[in-house]
Antibody, heavy 124, light 107 residues
Framework: QVQLVESGGGVVQPGRSLRLSCAASGFTFSAFGMVWVRQAPGRGLEWVAVTWNDGRNKHYANSVKGRFTISRDNSRNTLYLQMSNLRAEDTAVYYC?????????????????WGQGTLVTVSS | DIQMTQSPSTLSASVGDRVIITCRASQSISTWLAWYQQRPGKAPKLLIYQASSLESGVPSRFSGSGSGTEFTLTISSLQPDDFATYYCQQYNSYSITFGQGTRLEIK
């Protein structure tokens, strides 16, 4: 069965960096685009970043552009989110999720499987 | 970015009720809309994609409709498991956006 397991969350000081990982199993990882979505405490869902199945194309939310980098290692079935210059407003549960297809067309940009999330707290 | 506005923000209903949640887009998104259910402390779950297509394994009491800028999620007969928060998501552009959520409460 499809499984997505996030890791790497924790408490980090403002201005520092953190890398999240998402280990995928139960499907052909290299065939699917992937996204990161976050949810601040008590708030709604916010899309963060998306990558095509082959990692060649990526898009970011304006709120994280220039600070966060999404990447993937298809040989390790793992998705990453490198976060730098973190701010208090980045505090959230970060979910990785699978797109319904490779990500090359907008019709595939909804998520049919989600991980359970990892909490990132930015605080001094 | 395309803004998505859900109404109501909170909805109180009873088991067996029929409920409708509305999602409006700030510009036309054709039918590129998905609906998710999120229970407290859990990850979102896909219910509906392309505005009206039911995801495999989702009960048929859930249905979606709409196109352009106005969309609805209908639950035909509420069950105890349905009390949760519901989000719409547009995917008409690479800048994916979600609605703010509708919390469905037990009356």
């Amino acid at each position: 069965q499809v499984q997505l397991v996030e890791s790497g969350g924790g408490v980090v000081q403002p201005g520092r960096s953190l890398r999240l990982s998402c280990a995928a199993s139960g499907f052909t990882f290299s065939a699917f685009g992937m996204v990161w979505v976050r949810q601040a405490p008590g708030r709604g869902l916010e899309w963060v970043a998306v990558t095509w199945n082959d990692g060649r194309n990526k898009h970011y939310a304006n709120s994280v552009k220039g600070r966060f980098t999404i990447s993937r290692d298809n040989s390790r079935n793992t998705l990453y989110l490198q976060m730098s210059n973190l701010r208090a407003e980045d505090t959230a549960v970060y979910y990785c999720a699978r797109l319904s297809g490779g990500g090359l067309v907008l019709a595939e940009y909804y998520s049919d499987y989600w991980g359970q999330g990892t909490l990132v707290t930015v605080s001094s | 970015d395309i803004q998505m506005t859900q109404s109501p923000s909170t909805l109180s209903a009873s088991v067996g009720d029929r409920v409708i949640i509305t999602c409006r887009a700030s510009q036309s998104i054709s039918t590129w809309l998905a609906w998710y259910q999120q229970r407290p402390g859990k990850a979102p779950k896909l219910l509906i994609y392309q505005a009206s297509s039911l995801e495999s394994g989702v009960p048929s009491r859930f249905s979606g409709s709409g196109s352009g800028t106005e969309f609805t999620l209908t639950i035909s007969s509420l069950q105890p498991d349905d009390f949760a928060t519901y989000y719409c998501q547009q995917y008409n552009s690479y800048s994916i956006t979600f609605g703010q959520g509708t919390r469905l409460e037990i009356k």
